[in-house]
């Protein structure tokens, strides 16, 4: 008999739309799906300032979350940690309009 | 600075990167770039990496060589914290070693100051100068020594983050700032903290500061000099490079306007012609005199 699977919390959603987006923005510089997600995971992945600054407005439209100057540098590294700062922020994610 | 423009940044190193040796086993990152014509070394500064040349020199590249290379302790170079005036060897190694005898050097901020000893150091190998924001005048460079201080503070009470973030509303223009909004602040902040370690930045900030102020540097240069400075720069006014270009030899003055310290990041198009204008009126033995800019300048093109 199969237990019926845990319902993923708000910030797990959040990751997998980022991660989701992430790899629709930088399908041309990824080589492959993007499966680390821990601290620094951003980083990493070497994105030039380029697809870090597609990838933040991306969000912006995404999830109608307003960036502002004071955002912890480890949020800007990190999936998790953006995940986690959206999360907190209150913002749902938006009905994706992406192919 | 448009935000369309800032999303064709690019300052990621990406295997296109050759390195140089130099005498004391430091290893100095450099790319060649551009089909023919006079060579052009971009000398980098504090926090603008050799990569990042790449983005505003894309007019040049068409009809001129450049070379531009990371400082020992910057970007993907390495070596030992040196004396300034090492900088200024390093730079007569990377070009020995390219076999390049003559070269216009562009400089910005405090790297301004290695073309300024190089040329005189080494007039023969240098076909003029460009000094962006220079942050020298015929006053001496007090100011530029408090402002170092300054930075080498914050880098240490608050690491590179702190750096950033004192500089950012410095280097850039009132209007770059406004248009940029959050998501420029955000990305280059997060490219500065990954290229740049303390470690590298605090070694260049000390030698900077360990850098001579003499004016007399300045007078006896013999190569044509344009002094370029965008209208917002915190470092430097258009009086004084007028004083500056005053006491020159063979020096001219250009005014950017609406950008800070940086204009190849704000108005990349204005600051390739005045290059390309610079370097053409020196090729044809036409310079400085009247040195005039286009009518349009800075403006938005």
């Not at chain 1, 999936?79 to 192919?99: C, E, F, N, Y």
């Not at chain 2, 509303?169 to 370690?197: C, H, M, Q, T, W």
């Not at chain 2, 204009?263 to 040195?291: K, N």
Request: with cysteine.
């Amino acid at each position: 008999m199969s237990t019926p699977a845990t319902p993923l919390t708000d910030e797990e959603l959040v990751l997998e739309r980022l991660v989701a987006l992430l790899e629709h923005v930088a399908a041309d510089v990824l080589e492959g799906p993007v499966t680390d997600t821990g601290p620094g995971s951003l980083r990493r992945l070497g994105l030039t300032s380029v697809k870090l600054l597609e990838f933040l407005v991306a969000i912006e439209d995404e999830f109608g979350h307003v960036w502002d100057d004071d955002v912890e540098e480890s949020v800007i590294g990190s999936l998790d940690a953006m995940a986690a700062h959206i999360s907190a922020a209150g913002v749902a994610p938006a009905p994706t309009k992406r192919d | 600075m448009h935000v369309k423009g800032i999303e064709s940044w690019d300052l990621a190193y990406d295997g296109r990167q050759a390195l140089h040796r130099t005498e004391d086993g430091s290893e100095l990152y450099y790319e060649l770039r551009g089909a023919g014509g006079p060579v052009v070394t971009l000398v980098s500064t504090i926090y603008v990496v050799s990569t990042a040349w790449r983005n505003f020199t894309g007019n040049l590249a068409g009809d001129h060589r450049l070379l531009s290379y990371d400082l020992r302790n910057q970007g993907a170079s390495d070596g030992r914290p040196a004396e300034f005036a090492q900088h200024t060897e390093d730079l007569k190694s990377l070009l020995d070693d390219l076999g390049i005898e003559r070269t216009y050097l562009v400089g910005t901020s405090i790297s301004t100051l290695i073309c300024r000893d190089f040329a005189n150091a080494h007039p023969e190998r240098v076909a003029g100068l460009v000094l962006v924001g220079p942050p020298f005048s015929p006053r001496g460079s007090s100011r530029r020594r408090r402002i170092a201080k300054s930075w080498l503070a914050a880098l240490d009470a608050g690491g590179p983050r702190a750096l950033f973030d004192l500089i950012y509303p410095l280097v850039f223009g009132d209007k770059a700032i406004a248009e940029g909004g959050s998501g420029a602040y955000l990305a280059l902040r997060e490219r500065f903290l990954a290229i740049n370690s303390a470690a590298q930045l605090r070694a260049n900030l000390r030698e900077a500061l360990g850098a001579g102020d003499q004016v007399e540097r300045l007078t006896s240069i013999e190569a044509p000099t344009l002094l370029l400075s965008g209208d917002d720069d915190f470092s430097t006014t258009e009086s004084t490079l007028d004083a500056t270009a005053e006491i020159m030899r063979n020096a001219a003055v250009e005014i950017i306007r609406e950008c800070g310290h940086l204009p190849y990041f704000e108005q990349p198009e204005a600051f390739q012609d005045a290059v390309a204008r610079f370097v053409a009126s020196v090729e044809e033995g036409t310079f400085p005199a009247p040195w005039t800019a286009p009518a349009t300048e800075g403006k938005d093109r």
